[in-house]
């Protein structure tokens, strides 16, 4: 009787053993995907900036596209050496 309640207790402390080290385990990766969320919401924040100036530079890119497509053909205006050839019909 007393071998098979040495065996149960023996079994029970290990179970014990191990679900406290499973916890560790649980913990210590809980550490490192917080750390690595951190992380990953500092790009996120760092390419929405990127994108914004992006956005915003096509923008402006655009206006200039236009404005200089109307200087060139409503006011035949032109670039510094650059020349410009007129077809006739």
Do not use: C, H, P
Request: hydrophobic share 35%; glycine share 4%; proline share 0%.
């Amino acid at each position: 009787m007393k071998k098979l309640q040495f065996i149960g207790n023996f079994i029970f402390f290990s179970l014990v053993v191990y679900f406290m080290g499973q916890s560790v385990n649980v913990f210590l990766g809980k550490k490192a995907m917080l750390a690595s969320l951190t992380t990953t919401d500092n790009e996120i924040k760092e390419l929405q900036n990127r994108k914004n100036k992006l956005l915003a530079q096509k923008k402006n890119s655009d206006e200039d596209e236009k404005n200089e497509k109307y200087a060139r053909n409503n006011l035949n205006l032109k670039k510094e050496g650059e020349e410009i050839y007129k077809t006739t019909e």
